[in-house]
Nanobody
Framework: QVRLVESGGGLVQAGGSLRLSCVASGLQSAIFSRYSLGWFRQADGKEREFVAGTNNTKVLESVKGRFTVSRDNAKSTVYLEMNSLKPEDTAKYFC??????????WGQGTPVTVSS
């Protein structure tokens, strides 16, 4: 069974940084390395939105220059480095994985709260 588990969320002051991690289990390394990995977020009362991905050149406009996604295939892990955080970045952050840009598998999310 494939499982994605996010961590690293929490409460941070505006201007601060957080690094989110998402570890995949139940996937062979060779398959994981070929998968697209993405980060999404959903704020209270809003729809889920794509933030950034490993195989996608698109990045959410509001996080350009502040958020960076990276992956470590040896650890079956994808990261989201978030800098210069703003209160509007407050949301639950989810990682997702799948072939090409079809995200078949999702984590449960990790909450991020940015205080002003």
């Amino acid at each position: 069974q494939v499982r994605l588990v996010e961590s690293g969320g929490g409460l941070v002051q505006a201007g601060g940084s957080l690094r989110l991690s998402c570890v995949a289990s139940g996937l062979q390394s060779a398959i994981f390395s070929r998968y697209s990995l993405g980060w999404f977020r959903q704020a209270d009362g809003k729809e889920r939105e794509f933030v950034a991905g490993t195989n996608n050149t698109k990045v959410l406009e509001s996080v350009k220059g502040r958020f960076t996604v990276s992956r470590d295939n040896a650890k079956s892990t994808v990261y989201l480095e978030m800098n210069s955080l703003k209160p509007e970045d407050t949301a639950k952050y989810f990682c997702a994985a799948g072939p090409r840009l079809d995200y078949w598998y999702w984590g449960q999310g990790t909450p991020v709260t940015v205080s002003s």
